[in-house]
């Protein structure tokens, strides 16, 4: 029997909108921050260029009030808690499918309609306690299926099966994740790393280049505010924490791979989806209080 193919899109509807309402946030939070910082950095720029013209100091002004209306609407807005608010909502729903398709607790009982019930009732509950949420939802994703056509064919297979499936496009797939995510910010810290060095330096060299040419005009504040921005970019991304935390999770995944390698019933399925849900739920909510924090 040919397995279902599990996609995004297959995900009960709730998945689906909150997913996408965190991702917009997130596109939203780190241009509206990125703007903030460029902004900064050219209005410093124009200063130093044209110090006594009129025009140049009208046109830094203007700047500056563009990078504040920016902090303002961040305040404001708070795309940052709707990112992360729509992320806790799509993998506590991902959680519950998951554990609904492999008859986990608490879907393992046999009765089709009490378990579809049960679920719904869990998905219910979830949009009940995130209703400021409900309105960066998109129209087309709400109203899909709580229970897709995919679901409920992976919830009907042999046991065996079951395993395989989530073997291969759980955990797997998690761990992959995982690791290529890790890979990425570990680059991402050295380069943002380098870079604010280099521009310190720079700033550096300026300044111990005006001792010997004291009237030589140089843009050292203009590298300088460079050299901050970048640092606020990389303490924003969280670059190393979040390398450290993946590279962490990637090698708890491992050791789920070989536990799920000797899973045999339904029992033993069910202790398999329990303990591994639970460990994926921590590691995001652990990387959500480091937001916070």
Not at 79 to 94: C, L, Q, T
Not at 148 to 172: F, T
Not at 245 to 251: E, Q
Request: net charge positive.
């Amino acid at each position: 029997m040919q397995q279902p193919a599990l996609r995004k899109k297959t995900m009960p509807g709730l998945y689906q909108a909150a997913s996408q309402a965190s991702r917009q946030s997130q596109s939203i939070y780190y241009w509206s921050l990125g703007s903030y910082l460029v902004l900064l950095v050219c209005a410093a720029w124009v200063s130093f260029q044209w110090p006594a013209n009129i025009a140049g100091a009208i046109s830094s002004a203007i700047l500056f009030m563009v990078t504040l209306a920016i902090l303002v609407g961040l305040r404001i807005k708070r795309p940052d808690d709707i990112w992360y608010n729509g992320r806790a909502v799509a993998e506590s729903v991902k959680t519950r499918t998951w554990r609904w398709m492999m008859r986990a607790e608490p879907y393992a009982m046999t009765n089709a309609e009490a378990a579809r019930s049960r679920f719904t009732d869990d998905l219910r509950e979830i949009l009940r306690q995130n209703e400021n949420l409900s309105q960066y939802f998109g129209n087309q994703s709400v109203a899909s299926a709580p229970i897709s056509k995919e679901m409920e064919a992976v919830r009907a297979l042999p046991v065996e099966e079951r395993i395989a499936i989530y073997r291969r496009e759980r955990i797997e797939a998690q761990e992959h994740w995982y690791e290529s995510k890790a890979k990425a910010n570990r680059t991402q810290a050295q380069r943002w790393f380098w870079i604010s060095v280099a521009l310190h330096s720079i700033a550096i060299m300026m300044l111990v280049y005006r001792v010997s040419s004291p009237t030589q005009s140089l843009p050292i504040e203009v590298i300088s505010t460079a050299a901050g921005a970048a640092l606020t970019w990389l303490q924003s991304k969280k670059f190393n924490e979040l390398g450290s935390s993946y590279t962490l999770t990637a090698h708890e995944i491992a050791l789920m791979l070989n536990e799920a390698a000797l899973t045999k019933g339904e029992q033993a399925l069910s202790v398999l989806v329990l303990n591994s849900e639970t460990a994926f739920s921590r590691e995001h909510t652990q990387w959500a209080a480091r937001k916070n924090g």
